[in-house]
């Protein structure tokens, strides 16, 4: 995988196929990394590299990504990775596809450049709804995991950055309002668990002016339907 680094951020990505592009925010929670596609019920990895410019990504600190942790870490922090990735790659415009964790990094790409994004596909996208601890869980096992590696990080800069993660509302890192007024077309495929909850999906399909819900896009009858809409879909926001 080749290495972008931005200041003390080292982003390592893969890029499959040709044609217009689509960035990839993998699902995996606070692991999110490229490798997690292979478990996803379908691969856009495969699925689109035929006809897109795929990028998958592994976010800091997942995968083979590395970044200091402070406790002014959030959302924020990966929106703008992401974005430099874009950057650093000659992206102006391009497609975003995100599963789980995923579907928040979209919307905060969304969020801090707007222009930059013809449509986006969400996954199963994670939300707030009875689930907190779940997160806090999932947010302190990942933290041991790399607490070793980050001297820097006190126990309170690790609450921080997770309270800035996963204390919002709704989707955590954007709000209601700006999904109202977001016009950027949007494919949601719902999502039907703890970490995913089918409260979210509907949701952003019904406050986002161009969102479309998929129900049911994962069992194995129907993958191969789920992947002609996501192609379809794609094709039709694709700019000329």
Same mark, same amino acid.
């Given at each position: 995988m +080749?290495i972008?680094?931005r200041?003390?951020v ?9 044609g217009? +592009?689509v960035l990839l925010?993998? +699902?995996?929670?606070?692991?999110? #990394? ?5 478990n996803s019920?379908?691969?856009p990895?495969?699925?689109?590299s035929?006809r897109?410019?795929?990028i998958?990504m =592994?976010?800091?600190n997942a995968?083979?990504?590395?970044a200091p942790?402070s406790? &002014?870490?959030?959302?924020?922090s990966? #929106?703008?990775d992401?974005?430099?990735?874009l950057?650093h790659?000659?992206? =102006?415009?391009?497609?975003?596809l995100g599963?789980c ?8 790409v969304?969020q801090?450049?707007?222009s930059?994004v013809?449509s986006a596909?969400l996954?199963?996208?994670i939300?707030?709804?009875e689930?907190?601890?779940?997160f ?9 995991e790399? #607490?070793?590696?980050h001297?820097?990080?006190s126990?309170? &800069?690790?609450?921080a950055?997770r309270?800035?993660?996963? &204390?919002g509302d709704?989707?955590f890192n954007v709000?209601? &309002?700006? $999904?109202r007024?977001?016009?950027? +077309?949007?494919?949601?495929?719902m999502?039907d668990?703890l970490y ?6 509907r949701e952003?399909a019904e406050l986002?002016?161009?969102?479309e819900?998929v129900?049911r896009w994962? =069992?194995d009858?129907?993958i191969?339907?789920? $992947?002609s809409?996501v192609r379809?879909f794609l094709?039709a926001h694709?700019? #000329?």
């Amino acid at each position: 995988m +080749p290495i972008f680094e931005r200041g003390n951020v080292a982003l390592h990505y893969l890029e499959r196929g040709e044609g217009f +592009p689509v960035l990839l925010l993998a +699902p995996g929670g606070m692991r999110s #990394a490229a490798g997690f596609w292979k478990n996803s019920p379908w691969n856009p990895m495969e699925a689109l590299s035929d006809r897109y410019r795929v990028i998958a990504m =592994d976010q800091r600190n997942a995968g083979r990504s590395r970044a200091p942790v402070s406790g &002014d870490d959030g959302w924020h922090s990966y #929106a703008a990775d992401q974005v430099a990735l874009l950057d650093h790659l000659g992206i =102006d415009h391009c497609h975003l596809l995100g599963g789980c964790i995923g579907g928040p990094y979209c919307l905060g790409v969304l969020q801090a450049a707007p222009s930059r994004v013809a449509s986006a596909v969400l996954q199963q996208p994670i939300g707030a709804h009875e689930n907190r601890q779940a997160f806090y869980e999932m947010f302190d096992s990942w933290a041991e995991e790399i #607490a070793a590696d980050h001297p820097e990080a006190s126990e309170a &800069d690790w609450r921080a950055f997770r309270s800035r993660m996963y &204390d919002g509302d709704f989707v955590f890192n954007v709000d209601r &309002d700006f $999904v109202r007024a977001c016009e950027t +077309p949007m494919l949601v495929l719902m999502g039907d668990d703890l970490y995913h909850p089918q409260t979210t999906s509907r949701e952003i399909a019904e406050l986002a002016p161009k969102a479309e819900l998929v129900e049911r896009w994962k =069992d194995d009858e129907v993958i191969a339907e789920t $992947v002609s809409r996501v192609r379809a879909f794609l094709e039709a926001h694709t700019p #000329a």
